[in-house]
C-alpha cells in the first residue's frame, strides 16, 4: 500500500507541475535563419537573460513560467534588432521580419494588448509633441525668441494633455500590469499622497509587483523631503575631494540644493536661470550647494566652469545612485529643494521665471 501511496502521489506532484501556468513563445521571423534570439529585461540597473532559442529558418520558441507579466524585449543576439512587448504565462505568437522587428506583430498576450491600446491612444499627441520638437530645435538654431517660446507653451500643453491620459489609464485599469510601469513615467511630477493613492487603488496582485513597491517606497522618501519638512543632513565631497556637508552651508536666509550633471541636457539649459538668480540674491542671503550626479569627475568640473557655476558642489561621481539623491527621493534632473535658515524645505523643483519669482518673494527686492 506504501508502495501504490507514494506511486499516486508522485503522479499528482508531475500532474501539478505540469499544470503551473507557463508562457509559450513561438516566433516566425522572416530573414533570420540561425540567428540566436534572446529574452531580455532591465533589473536593478541590468540587464538580464530570461530565455533563449536558436531560430531554424525564422521559426524559434521559447517556453517558461513568469511571476507576473512584465515588458521585456526580444533581442537579436548580437545584432541590433529588438523588440519590446509584455511576456506572460500565455501562448504568445511574434511575426515579423528581422530587419523590421521592432515592428513585429504580438498577440496573445492581454496585458501587450493593453499596452498597444494606451500606445495607440497617445500615438496622435505622441507625434505632434516630437514634430514640435524639430521646430524647437530649429527655432533655437536660429535664436528666434519668440518663436521658441511660443512652442514652448503649446509644447506645456500637450505635456498636460499626455499627463492626463496617463492618469485616466492608471484610474481606469486598476487590474492591468500596465498601470504601475505608466504611473512611474509620470510619478516625477506627483507628491508622495498622489502615488500611494494611485497604487492602492490598484488590484492587490498588481500592487505587489516590484515596480509598485518601489514607487510606494520612494513616495515614503518623498514625504521625508516634502515642503515643510526639515531637510535630511548628508556629507559628499567637494572638487577638491573635501567633505561639505549640507548643513554646514544651512544659515543664510534661502538655500537652494541643487541636483544636475553635466550630461544632462536639460540641467545645462537651466544653469543660465540659476546663474541668473544667485547672481542678482547672492548678496541678500541666497545660496546655492549643486549635488553632481555625474561619473566623471573631468566633465563635473569642466560643465562647472563652463556655465560659471560659482557656488559650491559635491558629488560622490555614483552617477543615480548618488547618496543624496537617494536619500531626497531624485528620479529626474534638475531636482532643487530650497531651504531656510533653519533647513526647512520651502520649496522645491523651481525652475527658470518660478525660481527668480520665489526668491524674490522671500528675500525681498
Known amino acids: 500500500m506504501r508502495k501504490i501511496a507514494s506511486l499516486t502521489f508522485a503522479i499528482l506532484f508531475v500532474y501539478a507541475c505540469n499544470n503551473e501556468p507557463r508562457y509559450t513563445i513561438t516566433g516566425n521571423i522572416e530573414g533570420a535563419d540561425s540567428v540566436t534570439f534572446l529574452i531580455q529585461k532591465r533589473d536593478a540597473g541590468r540587464i538580464i537573460t530570461i530565455d533563449s532559442a536558436f531560430s531554424k529558418t525564422g521559426s524559434f520558441r521559447m517556453s517558461g513560467s513568469v511571476e507576473y507579466p512584465d515588458l521585456v524585449q526580444l533581442v537579436a543576439k548580437d545584432q541590433r534588432y529588438r523588440v519590446s512587448f509584455y511576456l506572460e504565462n500565455a501562448s504568445i505568437n511574434i511575426t515579423g521580419t528581422l530587419d523590421s522587428l521592432y515592428k513585429a506583430d504580438i498577440t496573445g498576450s492581454k496585458t501587450h494588448d493593453e499596452y498597444k491600446a494606451y500606445v495607440e491612444s497617445n500615438r496622435a499627441l505622441s507625434e505632434k509633441y516630437n514634430a514640435m520638437y524639430q521646430d524647437y530645435q530649429a527655432a533655437r538654431q536660429t535664436n528666434d525668441t519668440a518663436k521658441i517660446s511660443a512652442i514652448e507653451k503649446e509644447a506645456g500643453e500637450i505635456q498636460n ?25 509620470i510619478s ?17 496582485n498588481v500592487a505587489k509587483i516590484p515596480v509598485a513597491k518601489d514607487l510606494m517606497a520612494r513616495a515614503a522618501s518623498m514625504k521625508a523631503v516634502s515642503i515643510g519638512h526639515k531637510a535630511p543632513d548628508f556629507t559628499l565631497n567637494d572638487v577638491n575631494g573635501n567633505p561639505v556637508s549640507l548643513y554646514s552651508k544651512v544659515g543664510s536666509k534661502l538655500l537652494l540644493i541643487d541636483f544636475w550633471a553635466a550630461w544632462c541636457g536639460p540641467c545645462r539649459q537651466e544653469n543660465p536661470n540659476v546663474v541668473k538668480v544667485y547672481s542678482q540674491f547672492h548678496k541678500k542671503g541666497f545660496d546655492i550647494l549643486g549635488v553632481s550626479l555625474d561619473e566623471s569627475k573631468e566633465d563635473w568640473v569642466k560643465a562647472i566652469a563652463d556655465d560659471k557655476l560659482i557656488w559650491s558642489h559635491v558629488s560622490d561621481l555614483q552617477y543615480w545612485s548618488n547618496a543624496a539623491a537617494r536619500m531626497y527621493a531624485v528620479n529626474a534632473i534638475p531636482a532643487n529643494f530650497l531651504l531656510d535658515a533653519n533647513g526647512i524645505i520651502v520649496a522645491r523643483n523651481l525652475r527658470g521665471q518660478d525660481l527668480y519669482n520665489k526668491v524674490s518673494e522671500i528675500i525681498g527686492n
Not at 161 to 184: E, G, T
Not at 188 to 204: G, L, P, R, V
Open 161 to 185: 494633455q499626455m499627463k492626463q491620459l496617463q492618469l485616466d489609464f492608471v484610474k481606469n485599469n486598476p487590474s492591468s500590469y500596465v498601470a504601475p510601469s505608466i504611473l512611474r513615467n
Open 188 to 204: 516625477y511630477d506627483m507628491e508622495a499622497e498622489e502615488i500611494e493613492a494611485a497604487i492602492n487603488a490598484m488590484d492587490t
